[in-house]
């Protein structure tokens, strides 16, 4: 059996992002997606248990953004206003030009959601409808160049922090928010194994 033909692209970038992804969420805790890591050392290794990686979601959501904002450059006007904003929410028609919920009208067939460029390259779900379009772009994880000196760098300046409402702020009853705790991570040089 023939396989398909796919691309495949190796990269070196530098990243200085604050949340590098949201992949451990529990409750109120949002939390830096991490791995065992092990660095060459001349002639011994060291390992790394949870240095801070970039998720492929996290990459693949960041293609879909900048692909938009280049096809509308380029004059391109089949994508519906929450693509063009960056909003992750697909299966919705190319026509939705408002963003309050009102006027979010699903696609009604699969050939009508994947005329929004977003809805084509990076998949679909409308529940409602049975309708499930996956991906065409997978992306891998990108994790820190295997240098000493830079998955230090990546492991020390790891943070955490709460965020709370500020007092300031006027809210009505029930409107107050919660302590969310928010990790960040800030790496000098990443790449894609």
Known sequence: MAYPPYVKVTGRFTVEVSALTGSGNIGNYNQVATA????????????YDS???????????WHAVYLAQE??????????ILCKHGVGLRGYKYTVN???SGSLASADSEQDAIIDLCNDL?????????LKRDSL???????????IDNVENVVKFAVQHNRVVPKQVTKGEGEGMMVFK?????????ASP
Do not use: C, W
């Not at 096809?71 to 519906?80: E, H, I």
């Not at 772009?137 to 240098?147: R, Y």
């Open 36 to 47: 065992k890591i092990v660095v060459p050392n001349g002639s011994t290794y060291r390992v």
């Open 51 to 61: 240095v801070p990686i970039i998720t492929g979601n996290a990459l693949k959501h």
């Open 71 to 80: 096809y509308v450059k380029l004059k391109g006007s089949l994508l519906n």
């Open 98 to 100: 408002q963003m309050d």
């Open 122 to 130: 990076h998949g679909f779900l409308i529940p409602d409808k049975q």
């Open 137 to 147: 772009i997978e992306v891998s994880h990108a994790i820190p160049v295997l240098a």
């Open 182 to 190: 928010q990790e960040y991570v800030s790496g000098p040089l990443y």
